[in-house]
């Protein structure tokens, strides 16, 4: 079992639905986790960085952190076609960052 | 700019080839971290920098590949007789300090043929 688990997709959804995105972790030391988004051909962007368990909300992006489930999600509202790309979570205990595989999303105009 | 610069965008070399990709962190930040990205994967971790010292190198996949930040400042990652499976995206990311967020550069794509 991977220390970090994330559905690869792809995820198709309409314009303007709400996606959401999930990871599951099996290292209970983790306590900080971070989204990031990334186009074809790109580096990774961070959209989110949240510590331990809650909820943060930056504009359109929700991140919510289920320590006690190890598990972690990203939820978009409104979406947009220029939010298709691939969403990687990652988490840390306090150095290195373990990343997900990615979900590809395709938002459908 | 300000962002994690990151050079050559593009690399081919030829198996057996040795090659240096060179990370130039965002000023003032502590830690530095590369990684290698391949196709339809995520990033998996090769090694982590605070300051000059090089703190985790665990996730280097041989002796071939070597990562240096002498002055604390830019990183180069060199890898010796280049292998076809040495053919990924490798990512370099820099934080202010331990605990913050990481910001990544746009990856150097080394192809090994």
């Known amino acids: 079992q991977k220390e970090v688990e994330q559905d690869p997709g792809p995820l198709s959804v309409p314009e303007g639905a709400i996606v959401s995105l999930n990871c599951t972790y099996s290292?209970?030391?983790?306590?900080?986790f971070m989204w990031y988004r990334q186009y074809s051909r790109k580096g990774p962007e961070l959209l989110m960085y949240?510590?331990?368990?809650g909820n943060k909300e930056d504009g359109r992006f929700t991140a919510q952190v289920d320590k006690s489930s190890k598990y972690i999600s990203l939820f978009i509202r409104d979406s947009q076609p220029s939010d298709s790309a691939t969403y990687l979570c990652a988490m840390s205990a306090n150095d290195k960052f373990i990343f997900g595989k990615g979900t590809r999303l395709h938002i459908l105009p | 700019g300000a962002g994690v610069s990151q050079s050559p965008r593009y690399k081919v070399a030829k198996r057996g080839q040795d090659v240096a990709l060179r990370c130039d962190p965002i000023s003032g930040h502590v830690s530095l971290f590369w990684y290698q990205q391949a196709l339809g994967q995520g990033p998996e971790f090769l090694t982590y920098?605070?300051?000059?010292?090089?703190?985790?190198k665990s996730g280097l996949p041989s002796d071939r590949f070597f990562a240096e930040r002498p002055e604390g400042s830019v990183s180069t990652l060199k890898i010796q007789r280049t292998q076809q499976e040495d053919s990924a995206v490798y990512l370099c990311?820099?934080?202010?300090?331990?605990?913050?967020?990481?910001?990544f550069g746009q990856g150097t794509r080394l192809t090994v043929v």
């Open positions: 949240t510590y331990s368990s």
């Open positions: 990311a820099s934080r202010p300090s331990p605990n913050t967020e990481a910001f």
């Open positions: 920098f605070q300051n000059e010292a090089q703190l985790d």
């Open positions: 290292n209970s030391a983790f306590q900080y």
